[in-house]
């Protein structure tokens, strides 16, 4: 019969974790297996010095006296470096294959009532596009055009990791097997938030969740993959979230920002809408790039206007960064790593009877890290500015919802590249839906470079290369 070894069994006992072997003797083989391999992975001593954090904590506001605007470049300013130089920086880095693509796809389509991996929900408003097709689009798009090679490197979770591998194989990586990897989210066990225990949501099962995008940090650290990319010479690595089909991946404009400023972080911005959005702020404090979230700033804070009557702190935060990869590798390394934050959640436990209780209240401590908490690690970052309908269309919320549905994101999409057309010069009405497919275009300076750019679109069309086809033709 299976046992635990000893060393294990005195560890768990001397951080006062006895009650998750409470059933153990009435375990099988299998689910002592399955419990003592969880078992294996927890590391005691960091949940215990986490606990006792929680514990120390203090409520207190947060100290914004130094808070001040962070170093941007604005829509509206003369910037030290042109677009075009920018553009130009941002085409060489891609032409010599300097530049990588890291996309967090751990969530599940819950919210949307799709049982599935969100990568795998269809966005396309005429194609049906996949989340993960909008990104391996674009990607492709920037290789075909720059004669360029572009590694894929995707977040999973526990619960989406195996769904997402098959579902590219069974579209044979989309072309691109030999320049995709996936690294699975590291987790953390929870707590109870009154005694710091451990929860179990079976006899031979702790409740774990994936530690957050932070968690990114340290799974690429462990799996080799920031060293990979050092050797390759990929020293530049564009990261972005799979829930936002317009996220503006391998943008050359937004990869030379960041070059030529010599940035070790750069954040794609777009400019809050008004003072209550709730949208993370990112700002500058003590000299540093933090993220603050729109509920720890002061109301009348956040109404502070400039000369011009704009927002001061305009600066919203859509998670579309690009960084230095040896920064990454640096900070990976470094003793401290990411913090943890601690998240009060409700969560169903097997209580001391070994019932499943079902908590209405939170009841539970959820251990997190955040990837923003790389900004105030950076000794120089940059924020650069985009217009919200040119790079943001995220798709978060159920389709009962008001905003980030999929219903406002396709309508964001087809809106985009009706825009993009109009102003190449073809005629497209305002109720017409478009779709343009990167290798059409991969975006607007290059959609008006095109010679088969239609006149004028009279219905429902999708641009694709090759052919050029609408929708309902005999062709599709």
Known sequence: MFELPSQLTDQISQCGQDHVLRSWDHLDDSQRKNLAAQLTDVNFELLQSLWNQYKQRTKSERDLSSIAPPNSIRLADKESYSYEEAHTKGEQLLRDGLVGVIIVAGGQGSRLGFNHPKGLYPIGPLSDRTLFQFILDKIAGYESLYATRIPLFVMTSPTVHKETIAYFQEHGYFGREDRVQFFCQPTMPALDAKTGKLLLQASDCLF?????????????????????????????????????????????????????????????????QSATDKTGSIVSLDGRTEIIEYSEIPTQLAEVTDQQGELKFWAANIAVHVFQTKFLHNVARSSNGLPYHFAHKTVACLDKNGMLHQPVEPNAIKLERFIFDLLPLAEKTLTVEAKREEVFAPVKNAPSEKFSTPLTSRQGICRLHRQWLQAAGCSVADNVRVEIHPQYAPDFRYLKQRSDLPLQIKDDAYLKDPPFNFPDSPEN
Do not use: R, W
């Open 208 to 272: 774990i969740s994936p530690n957050g995008h932070g968690g990114m940090l340290e799974a690429m650290q462990s799996q080799g993959i920031l060293y990979d990319c050092i050797q390759k010479g990929v020293d530049t690595l564009f990261y972005g979230q799979i829930d936002n089909p317009l996220s503006p991946t391998c943008s050359p404009a937004l990869l030379g920002y960041h070059a030529l400023s010599n940035s070790q972080a750069t954040l794609q911005t777009i400019a809050k």
